[in-house]
């Protein structure tokens, strides 16, 4: 397994207010479209608690690579994981109220990968029938709470759109652009290694970075995870260290200075 790294980087450009890159701009088409034509795809790595994950798939009938994409924005699959706005475990779960709506009644149970990942899955489904399939609702509900986005809302709060947007993000990574099937790839996640490269207050000035680093060095693998601080961090995974180095030189010659 190859360390996850934190890299201070020198960012040379002014960071602007801008949309976040591959989040396309109609959302709830674009979930919908994935429900109707992505929804069989397998996930391009073979991701933690892998088992867990296809055991929850199939009771509640929803794509893994859903929930993968869910676990990925919400967690990094880490089971130990805890916001400072009380959720818990991969899917984040919010003790108590949440987690009792659910039939769990101890904290300590959240902290089982496989418990906790059956747990968002079935909330996800249930809020999947509240919003009548509208996968960009139900994701609002997941974060911000149904009782916040009504049934057939036309908009939704900025920070719910946000959240849909996110998940979306992490969806096309899990997927690997749709063309990657475990079968053929195999690549352990936890065998990939991440860089940290800033770490921001706001969402949109992470999103603002990995636009303008995207655009001068294409051939980057970068991603930005919502941390239980609440604070945002942009990250780069790499391949071994050969592959770190190939992405330093392109850091480099993008005008990023790694110290």
């Known amino acids: 397994m190859l360390q996850r790294v934190a890299v201070a980087v020198a960012f040379l450009l002014t960071v602007q ?4 890159r591959d989040v396309p701009h109609d959302l709830e088409a674009a979930w919908a479209a994935y ?4 929804a069989n795809a397998e996930p391009a790595y073979v991701f933690p608690h892998s088992s867990c994950f296809a055991a929850a798939a199939a009771e509640h009938k929803l794509p ?3 929930l993968l994409a869910v676990a990925r924005g919400e967690s990094d699959f880490d089971p130990a994981a805890r916001s400072k706005a009380n959720a818990h475990g991969v899917m984040q779960i919010r003790w108590p109220v949440t987690a009792r709506h659910l039939g769990i009644q101890r904290l300590s149970q959240l902290y089982d990968p496989c418990t906790n990942i059956e747990a968002g899955t079935r909330y996800l489904k249930e809020l999947l029938r509240r919003y009548e399939g509208n996968l960009h609702l139900a994701l609002a509900a997941y974060n911000y709470g149904p009782g916040r986005i009504p049934v057939g809302a036309a908009t939704i709060p900025n920070g719910a759109t946000w959240y849909s947007g996110y998940i979306y993000r992490h969806l096309d990574y899990v997927m690997g652009d749709g063309g990657v099937a475990i079968a053929d790839h195999g ?3 936890s065998d990939l290694g991440q860089s940290t490269l800033l770490t921001f207050g706001e969402p949109y000035r992470a999103a603002a970075f990995i636009e303008r680093l995207e655009a001068a060095a294409p051939d980057l693998e970068l991603d930005w995870f919502r941390r239980g601080t609440g604070e945002f961090e942009v990250v780069m995974s790499y391949a071994g260290r050969d592959e770190f180095d190939r992405h330093a030189a392109m850091l480099r ?3 990023f200075r790694l110290d």
């Open 35 to 38: 429900i109707d034509r992505g």
């Open 17 to 20: 207010p801008l949309a976040a």
């Open 253 to 255: 010659r993008a005008g």
């Open 187 to 189: 690549q352990l996640y």
């Open 64 to 66: 893994m690579t859903l």
